[in-house]
């Protein structure tokens, strides 16, 4: 009933071809909880991105209202021309001007819509004087990597980062720019809900692969001294190998309060490796059989790692087409001749949704037809073969149609989750440590702190020091890690929860506290 009126009110307050777009895309809004209210500052909207009021906007792209991403009634969509070197700009200011000492951690929502296409999306903040924080990839870029995962990022970054926000300045103004410098120069991504004095919760979830036996020789004496717990990602076909934990291991380590997850193949293989899907899935479900049989059955047994991190088919690349010639029919000349085959799909500028090559295609062609007119230009597109079985986002929404509830990657970083997962669940970040040193290790930590990030680490086999000595700059034997390395990261985030600077979460925890968590509610 709640969502009911929810949808009730959004109707009154929106354009009804707003509304039809939306209704995909609804999110339940649940206040934070009391304990966090109290632990954590409270935040602050500095721009919603509901209306486009009071928004200057220049020549280099279009900015739109389009459906909310987090909350409110609209988010600003910021969408390219097609053009080489174009850069979109749009600038406002703010309500109230808010001085940067009071700004503490700056979250934004970032909605990545184009696959397989890398477009910045910068948030600059600025004073009345002229002045704007600079450009930098760790705080107020969101990079959206042509080869992570659709859905939505939050960026955060605290203020003491930016040359600029480390100085007691007011600022005034925001400013949203995207610029279009790779083929075939296509910008699409949507921003929502800018917050200051929004740190979420310093976490670190210590995760374990391929159910290595130094887990319960090594890890988990000297995790226990501090009251520490892990998440182990079991190959269920691998338990009881030479070097592996047994199942007896494996029960005393749950009875510990260990999460006992699984590895997304019982034989530690590559799920891209399987014939399909559906073949996938079952191999990857069949996990929990082996739990059931040793009495593991638990929440944990729904969250699991992706071995390898591989959860597409990394091998698969769109054609970028320099020129695309259009008459205003949906067939369209190319400036060469490309390997364009029927059923790809076509993006690109003032190109329709869903448009894909419906005739004429073959290994080298310079003409189509599509299964839409496109507007009269001559523009550069990008042809994507979708049609694969493991492309992009198939393998993660059949795991969670099956029943899992996240997934872990292996594309290294922290995540901002005091607001959600934001629909990326099912390929959260972990961070490795191969080859490693733990002075280069450690900054990441810093940063969770900073910005109240998770960090979810995963480790393989713990191997003893060399021969010659460890140090902070010994840098780690490849996936595996040095002993030392290994204690001198869990004495540090023992140092951080004893302080009550930090918390740490085996992966269902983390899962169960943020995943219905979202933007307050104003």
Not at 167 to 180: E, F, G, H, I, Y
Not at 192 to 210: C, H, R
Not at 464 to 489: H, L, M, R
């Amino acid at each position: 009933m709640q969502l009911a009126r929810w949808l009730l009110s959004l109707h009154h307050r929106l354009l009804g071809g707003l509304l039809l777009m939306c209704l995909t895309a609804v999110a339940v809004t649940t206040q934070a909880s009391e304990s966090e209210s109290t632990s954590l500052p409270t935040p602050t909207l500095l721009e919603s991105f509901d209306s486009m009021t009071g928004w200057s906007v220049n020549r280099g792209g279009t900015f739109r209202q389009v459906c909310p991403v987090t909350e409110g009634q609209g988010a600003m969509a910021v969408l390219g021309k097609g053009k080489e070197l174009s850069h979109a700009i749009a600038q406002k200011r703010l309500s109230a001007s808010i001085n940067s000492n009071d700004m503490g951690v700056i979250a934004f929502a970032v909605h990545k819509a184009l696959p397989r296409v890398t477009s910045n999306l910068n948030v600059r903040l600025g004073t009345a004087g002229g002045s704007y924080t600079g450009i930098n990839y760790n705080l107020n870029v969101a990079n959206l990597n042509s080869n992570a995962p659709l859905k939505t990022y939050w960026i955060a970054f605290h203020q003491s980062e930016d040359p600029l926000l480390s100085q007691s300045v007011d600022v005034t103004r925001v400013r949203v720019s995207s610029p279009a410098r790779t083929a075939p120069y296509l910008i699409n991504n949507t921003i929502d809900s800018l917050y200051a004095n929004a740190k979420g919760q310093p976490t670190v979830v210590i995760g374990f692969d391929d159910g290595e036996d130094t887990i319960e020789s090594i890890a988990y004496p000297y995790m226990a001294q501090y009251g520490l717990v892990g998440t182990i990602y079991v190959p269920t076909e691998q338990v009881g190998w030479t070097n592996r934990l047994t199942w007896e291991q494996i029960s005393m380590l749950s009875d510990a309060g260990w999460a006992i997850s699984v590895d997304g193949s019982p034989d530690d293989t590559p799920m891209t490796d399987a014939a399909d899907v559906a073949t996938a899935v079952t191999n990857a479900t069949s996990a929990w059989d082996a739990l059931k049989q040793h009495g593991l059955d638990s929440e944990a047994m729904y969250h699991f790692c992706y071995p390898g991190g591989k959860f597409f088919d990394t091998k698969v690349r769109p054609i970028q087409v320099t020129s695309m010639t259009s008459d205003g029919s949906n067939v369209v000349t190319l400036d060469s001749n490309y390997p364009i085959h029927v059923g790809m799909r076509v993006y690109g500028s003032n190109i329709p949704k869903n448009t894909y090559v419906i005739n004429g295609g073959g290994d080298a062609v310079s003409s189509v037809t599509l299964s839409q007119k496109i507007p009269p230009q001559n523009l550069p597109a990008m042809f994507n073969d979708e049609s694969g079985e493991f492309y992009l986002d198939k393998l993660p929404e059949a795991l969670r149609d099956a029943g899992f509830k996240s997934g872990r990657i292996t594309v290294g970083g922290d995540m901002y989750t005091r607001f959600g997962f934001g629909g990326r669940e099912m390929t959260t970040i972990g961070q490795g440590v191969s080859y490693m040193t733990f002075n280069q290790f450690s900054p990441l930590l810093d940063r969770v702190l900073l910005r109240g990030t998770t960090l979810e680490t995963y480790f393989h086999r713990i191997v003893p020091d060399p021969e010659e000595g460890w140090t902070p700059d010994t840098p780690n034997p490849g996936i595996n890690v040095y002993e030392s390395f290994f204690k001198a990261y869990i004495d540090a985030v023992a140092e951080k929860v004893q302080a009550g600077e930090l918390v740490v979460l085996t992966k269902p925890q983390w899962y169960e506290r943020d995943i219905k968590k979202t933007v307050p509610e104003s």
